[in-house]
């Protein structure tokens, strides 16, 4: 992975990584004990999902726009390049 020049975007990767690591435990975790037949467990963890899930997509969202804006394209063939807006670029982006 590439290192961030932005803290706030640094901080968002990281956050994403263990809000998607939370995800997993809590979904693993319901398939291998199964369910509880409590309804205020079930509606805890519905509700911790519904949660985690938004964290992810903020994060992705903060994420997304600074890969926008600072991310040259991959590609160098000459139709890659033709279709990107060059004065959109900053110079300082990720090397």
């Given amino acids: 992975m590439v290192a ?3 803290s706030k975007v640094a901080w968002h990767r990281a956050q994403l990584k263990k809000y998607r690591a939370a995800l997993k435990q809590i979904e693993t ?3 291998t004990v ?3 037949a409590d309804a205020k467990a079930i509606e805890r ?3 911790q999902v519904a949660e985690l899930q938004l964290k992810i997509r903020e994060s992705e ?3 997304g726009q600074y890969d926008k ?3 040259r394209p991959l590609a160098t063939d000459l ?3 033709s279709n990107v807006s ?3 670029w900053t110079g300082n982006g990720p090397r």
């Fill in 45 to 47: 963890t519905k509700r």
């Fill in 4 to 6: 961030d020049s932005d």
């Fill in 29 to 31: 975790a319901r398939f």
């Fill in 34 to 36: 199964g369910e509880s």
């Fill in 79 to 81: 139709r890659s390049l």
């Fill in 69 to 71: 804006q600072a991310r």
């Fill in 61 to 63: 969202q903060v994420i």
């Fill in 86 to 88: 060059w004065r959109d």
